[in-house]
């Protein structure tokens, strides 16, 4: 996968962002700086893939989410802040259209999102293989900050299907706070390792057009192939 | 949706009143008076519901009755398997207190979608001083969403149309959803490109202010604003005294 077909890296198109700089003459706005065309674009796309997905999902009633397939694009693409714009997104709207506990994890929505930015910019999309691996590892954080939250806002019940998996650890003898992470553990170990390989499928087959609107994101998705 | 000449609410004050009465009964912590506020909030939202334009769907109903049971059920059960006696009032004021907490978040959502659109959103930005790319971007997350959604759905329509099965077991929602959404937002991203140029042409990431009329924050915003704050407060005094 480290090259394709049909396309030679001297054929790229120059980077549409070096002719969207604000005029020199207006003061810098660091909202309007951060939200060039191409992120206003991208953010709704990516909450509608996460919402929607996860509308889906919550319908087949599976112990999984899937809802942060977006989040990872988001930050392979575009970096941490609009990552952590599509996942605060993602939360706000998600907890209106399908789930009603969605807002209470907009942290664990965001460590997501910064996580798969660093394991995108060392690589870790690159190949399909570490793109599960990152999923794995993602995982594991996203069950740890989702843990008190799911114990204390919640106290274990939050009206999905894990929550069957907390009752069985609780009723082993664990406490509430153990067994929400545990049950945690067990989901996002299925869930968010297929998320981040699902993200590694549509980053790796976007088109040249729309890579030439995101600086670095060809380096963090395709590596330094040469030319 | 609203006379000519009257006054609604800003869908801003909606929110700050609904997001009050929620950080309010989560603060609470006597589970008495935590579902006496909640029960009070739930009578308040489902009045605003029997006043609203539009009736609200049955399936959302139902998916909020059963989310409300399945938490006070689900709380009560920790609370027993972690060997609590069935007679033990707090196994059950802590399982209500949860439920009403839930309750209070559910039904007042439905509320405020029952009383709140997306043009009432819209409306609001475009009279508001935040810059016209944030703007633009808060537009396109209220519509996008339910767009995408509804292109799902007319293409598993069209797919039954023409003699398709409609997917019914797990197994099947999970390869058809897979199946077609996997392409949508393929070329939804592949179009991202297009989309950012076609903006940019337009002038509408303008970096300047450009602003339309700008309505002023009315008296009853200022009210209901500051019935939000008071609700917190409140709770907050009713938390450390108790």
């Known amino acids: 996968m480290g090259k394709r077909a049909g396309f030679e890296r001297s054929e790229l198109p120059s980077t549409p962002s070096s002719y969207l700089l604000p005029p020199a003459d207006l003061p810098p706005r660091p909202l309007a700086h951060l939200l060039k065309p191409a992120k206003i674009v991208l953010i709704p796309t990516l909450v509608g893939l996460n919402l929607v997905m996860g509308w889906i999902v919550v319908a087949t009633k599976l112990p999984i989410f899937l809802d942060s397939i977006g989040i990872t694009i988001a930050a392979i693409l575009a970096g941490p802040w609009v990552a952590i714009i599509v996942a605060a997104a993602t939360c706000l709207l998600g907890t209106v259209m399908f789930s009603p506990v969605l807002w209470a994890f907009t942290g664990t929505a965001a460590l997501i999102g910064v996580l798969s930015y660093l394991f995108a910019t060392r690589g870790f999309y690159r190949r399909w293989y570490l793109a599960i691996l990152a999923g794995f590892l993602i995982g594991i954080a996203a069950a740890a900050v989702s843990a008190p939250v799911a114990a204390y806002v919640f106290g274990g019940a939050t009206a999905t299907g894990i929550d069957a998996i907390t009752l069985a650890f609780h009723s082993a003898g664990k406490s509430i706070l153990e067994a929400t992470f545990l049950s945690g553990f067990t989901s996002e170990q299925l869930d968010k390792p297929l998320a981040s390989f699902l993200a590694y499928v549509l980053v790796h087959r976007i088109s040249r057009r729309t890579l030439a609107w995101f600086p670095g994101a060809d380096r963090r998705i395709w590596g330094d192939t040469p030319a | ?47 605003v519901i029997t006043r609203a334009p539009h009736p609200v769907p049955r399936l959302r109903w139902r998916a909020a009755l059963v989310f409300i049971l399945w938490v006070f059920i689900m709380r009560a059960a920790l609370d027993l398997v972690s060997g609590s006696g069935m007679r033990d009032t707090v196994v059950w004021l802590t399982a209500g207190r949860q439920a009403v907490r839930v309750a209070v978040l559910a039904v007042g959502i439905i509320a405020l979608l029952a009383v709140t659109t997306a043009r009432d959103v819209v409306d609001e930005l475009e009279t508001s001083r935040i810059p016209r790319s944030a703007r633009l971007l808060v537009m396109m997350l209220v519509q996008y969403p339910r767009v995408l959604r509804d292109r799902y759905e007319q293409i598993v329509e069209a797919q039954v149309a023409r003699g398709a099965d409609r997917p019914r077991s797990i197994t099947q929602r999970v390869t058809h959803g897979a199946s077609l959404l996997l392409p949508i937002m393929q070329s939804e991203l592949n179009a991202v490109g297009e989309r950012a140029t076609l903006l940019h042409l337009r002038g509408l990431d303008s970096q300047k202010m450009v602003f339309t009329v700008r309505d002023k924050v009315r008296g009853h915003d200022h009210l209901i604003r500051g019935a939000a704050v008071l609700l917190v407060v409140a709770a907050i005094a009713a938390r450390f005294m108790s």
């Open chain 2, 1 to 47: 949706m609203t006379d000519a000449g009257a006054r609604p609410i800003a869908p801003s004050s909606k929110f700050a009143l609904y997001l009050g009465a929620l950080l309010a009964v989560y603060i609470l912590r006597d589970a008495v008076a935590a579902m006496a506020f909640g029960a009070a909030a739930v009578v308040f939202a489902l009045v």
